[in-house]
């Protein structure tokens, strides 16, 4: 086997033929956005729609800054600056062929914790642009039932007692913003590529809720300033596993200490309100529309809810991969059946979307057996996605008195999930900010099974509901008694 030419710079003119490299100077790569969360999605699919505008039409004014804000960040910080920002993306496609890409996009990286000065300053340059985040659903630091900024949290308390020293999104960009204005700069876009309903009003309502307590003479400079774009982000892409890594280096002879591995399909779907301009990734695929919603609807409540049935009865059962579970007759014939009659007649109008087609495609996405996204990681801060991607379905089926059966199911799977062991005895951790609280609520329901819904900051009043109080008892009982699978071919039966 041919030696694997280790991934950097001066090392892109000596990749093989059958990897493409990026072909513009990325010394001429100016600097416009700064991008919070560089993940494994945040390289998939942002940085290589930058990368693609790059390369495609020599557009170099839009080079992305990457901020590790956490200690945690170290390593990829690490890896990016011994690689000089290069990772290879590769696309597993549903007939097994691999392609591999170097991006060449993010062309500075700041590791927070060691500099935190440098991020505000990097953040308030007044070549930058857009400030951009992937920060997970849980960054945004809102009460799940409430919606309120959580004050209590022991980092934004710590922010607000030392503002030069911040230890989150909020802090750095509110020192940031104050930084604009004291200097009379132009204000910028903060641009959310959260797996979020109305991500970008999310992020305005957070920033601005902590910037009215902890710089309050600020506020209105952001409300004049900064815009605050919805988005729907959609790109498969796994976690990296070593074995990912090695397959790179036998097929392709990279050597990538950090690949990005993702299905062929993307999409972007951007609300067109940019405060200062923004790079032309319509070129390259991206949609830019008045109205997000509809699009935000669809993917959230089909695609990502669609995932959690997956995960949440695919770990019941064992399965290790959403494939696996995705290739299981009983449940593709669940989630199809979740999705056209529960999910469907809730979201209203698409205007020219084939929503068929789209479903159809969910179906084979999930089923690719090449990609291997593992259950684990569609389960991990369950707390977070379950109320973004499940319930606004439970609760718009209610309100029309509609069917929730399966959805209701679901949330049922899920209490059990959270016993922390499959049908075959084997346990799982369960990774999730509230895991206790989780953890401790399954462990009542065995006697008072309604214990679960109790949990406020995730179910709000729905426990009150009779309809879905009822629906979930009933899923609940039925899985405390059977395998989930026959649970599930019951399901279908009664339900076809």
Not at 33 to 50: D, L, P, W
Not at 64 to 78: A, S
Not at 370 to 376: F, G, L, S, V
Request: one cysteine or more.
């Amino acid at each position: 086997m041919k030696t694997a030419i280790a991934l950097n710079q001066e090392n892109l003119g000596a990749m093989p033929s059958n990897v493409q490299t990026p072909s513009y100077d990325r010394d001429k790569v100016k600097t416009s956005i700064v991008h919070i969360g560089v993940g494994n999605f945040h390289r998939s699919h942002e940085a290589f729609y930058t990368n693609e505008l790059m390369e495609r039409y020599g557009i170099l004014d839009c080079g992305i800054c990457g901020v590790g804000l956490l200690d945690f960040d170290r390593k990829i910080y690490n890896i990016l600056k011994d690689q000089d920002g290069l990772y290879t993306l590769v696309i597993k496609n549903l007939d097994g062929t691999r392609s591999a890409k170097v991006i060449g996009s993010i062309v500075e990286y700041i590791f927070a914790p060691e500099n935190p000065i440098a991020v505000i300053e990097k953040m308030a340059h007044p070549d930058i642009k857009i400030i951009s985040l992937t920060i997970t659903e849980g960054g945004y630091n809102l009460n799940e039932a409430t919606g309120e900024f959580d004050f209590s949290n022991p980092v934004i308390v710590e922010d607000m007692k030392n503002p030069m020293s911040p230890k989150t999104v909020f802090g750095y960009l509110a020192q940031a913003m104050k930084l604009r204005k004291q200097r009379g700069l132009a204000g910028c876009t903060i641009q959310s590529c959260d797996n979020i309903q109305g991500n970008g009003d999310v992020a305005k309502k957070a920033l601005l809720n902590y910037v009215e307590k902890a710089e309050p003479e600020l506020l209105a400079w952001i409300k004049e300033n900064v815009s605050f774009p919805n988005a729907m982000v959609d790109r498969i892409t796994p976690v990296t596993v070593a074995s990912d890594i090695e397959n790179l280096q036998e097929e392709f002879q990279v050597n990538d200490q950090w690949p990005v591995v993702c299905e062929p399909f993307i999409q972007w779907v951007v609300e067109d309100k940019f405060a200062a301009g923004r790079p032309e990734w319509e070129k390259v695929g991206a949609q830019f529309v008045t109205n997000v919603v509809p699009f935000e609807n669809m993917k959230l409540r089909l695609l990502n809810a669609g995932h959690s049935v997956l995960g949440m009865l695919g770990a019941l059962h064992g399965y290790k991969t959403i494939d696996e579970a995705a290739h299981d007759e009983d449940f593709s014939v669940f989630l199809k059946a979740f999705m056209d009659e529960e999910v469907t007649p809730i979201l209203g109008d698409l205007g020219d979307i084939d929503l068929d087609q789209y479903k159809a495609s969910l179906i084979k996405r999930f089923q690719n057996v090449y990609i291997k996204d593992i259950i684990p990681r569609i389960c991990l801060e369950s707390s977070a996605k379950i109320p973004i991607f499940l319930l606004p379905t439970i609760k718009a089926q209610l309100a029309g008195d509609g069917n929730i059966a399966r959805a209701a199911f679901v949330v049922a799977a899920w209490c059990k999930y959270n016993d922390g062991t499959d049908e075959n005895g084997n346990s799982y951790a369960i990774d999730d900010a509230m895991s206790n609280e989780l953890i401790r609520a399954a462990a009542l329901s065995h006697q008072t099974p309604i214990r679960f819904l109790e949990i406020e900051p995730i179910f709000g009043d729905m426990v009150d509901n009779k309809a879905f109080a009822d629906a979930f008892l009933a899923s609940l009982k039925m899985l405390r008694s059977k395998k989930v699978k026959d649970c599930v071919k019951e399901m279908n039966s009664k339900l076809a």
